[in-house]
C-alpha cells in the first residue's frame, strides 16, 4: 500500500532499523524493489530527483506506476523525491502525489536553509505529506571534494534546524559521498557523530551515499539510529551488471530478456540489501507492523 513516509520511518526509529530508498526509474526498477520488499516482508521507498525525471522518468508516464504498483504491495511503499533543491521540483511532486518530499537546501548558508526547507514543510505538511532535510555537506564520491569536519552535521545546528524546519527526517553528513567510490576505497565514517545527533534529536535519520559504503558501516549505522538509507548506484550497477553476465552467456539475447535480467538483478540486491539494514520481517502478514522482532 502506498503510504507517508514518515510512517515507515517513525517505525524504523522506534524499532531501530533501516527501510532501503532506491532511486528507480522506470517499471521494471520499480516492480524489483517492490516486489523484492514484498517477499522480504519489508517496508520500502521508491524515489526518484529532479534529474532523472527530467532525462526518462517523465512525471506524467512514472507515476501512474509507482502509484499503481505501490497501491497493490502488500507492504507500505512510499513514494519520494529525491534531492529537489527548487521549489518548483517540490511543488509538483506535491501535486503528482508523491508521499514524501527531500528539499536539499544544504549548499546554502543555515538560514537560508531553514527558509526553503520550512517553505517546502509548510506546502507539503497540510497535504498529508512528509519532508525530508539535509544539514551538512554529502559530496561526490569520485573526487572526495575536499570534504572537512565542518562539512558534517554540527549536532547543535542540527538541533536548531530541525526545531524551526519541523521536518519528518533529515539527511545527516557524516562520512558518506554520492556516486561511484574508487575501486577498494571504503569510507570511514563518524559513528560518534551519529550518536550525538541521534541521542539529541530521537528523530529518524537518513544516510545519503548509501552505494559502495561496505556492509559493515552499513550495519553499524543502522546500530547507531540510521533509520533511512538512499541507494542509487549499486541498484543501477545490479541491472548493468545483470545485463552483461547475459550478453557474455548469450550474445543473442534480445532486449526483452536483457530488460528481464536487469529486473531480477535489481531484485536479487534489493533483497540483500534488506537484510544487511534489518528490514526484513518488519511488516508481518496480516497488515500489521511487527513489534517483537530483535
Do not use: W
Not at 545490479?238 to 553476465?245: P, V
Request: glycine content about 8%; aromatic content about 6%; charged content about 20%.
Amino acid at each position: 500500500m502506498l503510504v507517508s513516509m514518515k510512517s515507515i520511518l517513525d517505525h524504523a526509529n522506534e524499532y531501530n532499523y533501516g527501510v532501503m530508498a532506491v532511486n528507480s526509474i522506470n517499471i521494471e526498477m520499480v516492480r524489483a524493489v517492490i516486489t523484492a520488499a514484498e517477499e522480504e516482508r519489508s517496508p520500502i521507498i521508491v524515489q526518484m530527483g529532479p534529474g532523472q525525471i527530467a532525462k526518462h522518468a517523465h512525471l506524467d508516464e512514472i507515476v501512474p506506476v509507482v502509484k499503481e504498483l505501490a497501491n497493490k504491495a502488500t507492504v507500505p511503499v512510499a513514494y519520494n523525491l529525491d534531492h529537489g533543491s527548487k521549489l518548483e521540483d517540490e511543488i509538483r511532486a506535491i501535486q503528482y502525489g508523491f508521499t514524501n518530499v527531500m528539499i536539499d537546501a544544504s549548499s546554502l548558508p543555515f538560514e537560508k536553509n531553514v527558509k526553503e526547507t520550512s517553505t517546502v514543510v509548510s506546502l507539503a505538511h497540510p497535504m498529508g505529506i512528509s519532508v525530508e532535510g539535509e544539514l551538512g555537506h554529502v559530496g561526490q564520491a569520485a573526487d572526495g571534494d575536499g570534504r572537512t569536519d565542518n562539512m558534517y552535521t554540527n549536532v547543535a545546528q542540527a538541533r536548531k534546524f530541525v526545531d524551526r524546519t519541523k521536518i519528518d527526517a533529515l539527511a545527516v553528513a557524516i562520512g558518506t559521498a554520492h556516486g561511484n567510490y574508487p575501486k577498494g576505497y571504503v569510507p570511514v565514517l563518524d559513528f560518534n557523530r551519529l550518536a550525538e545527533l541521534k541521542d539529541e534529536l530521537q528523530m529518524p535519520l537518513v544516510l545519503h551515499g548509501g552505494s559502495g559504503s561496505g556492509e559493515e558501516n552499513l550495519r553499524k549505522a543502522v546500530a547507531g539510529g540510521i533509520n533511512k538509507i538512499n541507494v542509487c548506484t549499486d541498484a543501477f550497477h545490479a541491472a548493468k551488471d545483470a545485463m552483461t553476465d547475459l550478453l557474455a552467456e548469450d550474445p543473442k539475447a534480445d532486449f526483452l530478456a536483457l530488460q528481464m535480467a536487469a529486473e531480477a538483478g535489481v531484485k536479487k540486491f534489493v533483497k540483500n540489501y534488506i537484510h544487511i539494514i534489518g528490514s526484513n520481517d518488519q511488516y508481518v502478514y496480516g497488515g500489521a507492523y511487527s513489534d517483537s522482532k530483535e
